[in-house]
């Protein structure tokens, strides 16, 4: 089967094609016309199937990703971390997008990573809405801070408060879609209403969580779950010389750890075992943001815990 190495950016993706015939390159808008040029690029050079590898950047790529699996061909979605140390195992110096396209080419031949199974429709679209709601929260909290700077202009200042009761206006509204959607969903408000029992973990969290990470009940330990949201601790240490302090690795879901950090800070407060949990801690001398890491992680663990069994939070079993 040929291989199509794709590496993606906002506005074009660079394509490139290995075959038993050789290869070939080709650089595409990042759009529908340009996901149909590929289209006929690859069945121009007789190609009715590829093994196809693209790294996970930002939301950029999953547009493609979706309409490539739908056409009938195996997409792999990797870390980007994973691409860039294969680049270090070849001690490649040159860094252009068709040079990167070539190299993930080369990493799915030979590392023959997983192919990505898309979220069903109705995933798809509480993540579309949870995302959209967030980046709203963010305008806000942006505009908030506008207002802070000290001799702003009325009529800036005007401005921008209008500009914050209509963010506000959104909010609320995309709020009442994704209630709305959870209700045409009963699948995905029974999961919401699992990880709604567990005390720190409200329902814009719930809904981040499914929305972030839909198949979290299938991964095959806690572990894993942790490592996906980039929770997962990382040491240095090499011989008697190297102790560095550690820190968790941060390459797995960005938006999932923006999600549980607030949650962490009241479950810090206000979850029984999570404080216990973070007292052992605090006790043996870890520093704060160590604890709520710890959480994070710890919560995450329990999200799993309750979608996987089906069966609510119980304090007694949770944080032993």
């Known amino acids: 089967m040929a291989t199509l190495g794709i590496d993606i950016s906002k506005q074009t993706f660079n394509a490139h094609l290995s075959s038993e015939k050789g290869e070939a390159k080709k650089s595409f808008p990042n ?43 195996p997409v792999s979605v990797v870390n980007p971390a994973r691409i860039k140390a294969y680049a ?9 997008d068709a040079v990167d396209a070539a190299l993930i080419a080369r990493f ?3 590392q023959r990573p997983e192919t990505w199974v898309p ?10 809405l949870s995302r959209h709601v967030e980046h709203l929260r963010s305008r806000r909290a942006e505009e908030e801070v506008r207002l802070q700077i000290p001799g702003l202009p009325v009529d800036v200042e005007r401005s921008t408060r209008e500009i914050i009761v209509k963010l506000d206006q959104e909010i609320k509204r995309t709020e009442e879609l994704i209630e709305d959607h959870f209700d045409q969903h009963p699948n995905l408000k029974s999961k919401r209403d699992l990880l709604v029992s567990i005390p720190g ?21 806690s572990k894993a779950v942790a490592a996906f949201a980039g929770l997962t601790p990382k040491t240095r240490e090499s011989g008697a010389s190297i102790r560095g302090r550690g820190h968790i690795c941060k390459t ?11 949650p962490a800070l009241t ?10 949990f973070g007292d052992r801690l605090a006790a043996a001398g870890k520093r704060r943001m160590v604890i709520i890491v710890a959480i994070m992680r710890k919560m995450l663990v329990l999200a799993y815990g309750v979608l996987r069994s089906g069966r609510p939070f119980e304090a007694k079993a949770a944080c032993a």
């Open 108 to 110: 799915a031949q030979a």
């Open 252 to 262: 797995g879901n960005a938006r999932l750890r923006k999600a549980l950090y607030m």
């Open 201 to 221: 973990i409200g329902r814009q969290t719930a809904s981040s969580i499914l929305a972030e990470i839909p198949k979290i009940a299938e991964f095959r330990s």
């Open 88 to 96: 270090q195992s070849e001690l490649l110096r040159a860094k252009t």
């Open 267 to 276: 479950a810090r407060r206000f979850n029984a075992s999570l404080r216990a």
């Open 119 to 128: 979220p069903a429709p109705e995933t798809r679209h509480l993540q579309a």
């Open 31 to 73: 759009s529908i016309v340009g996901f149909k040029q590929l289209e006929a690029w690859l069945r121009n050079r007789k190609v009715d199937r590829a093994a196809v590898c693209m790294e996970a950047t930002g939301s950029y790529w999953e547009a493609l990703a979706l309409h490539l699996t739908e056409a009938g061909h």
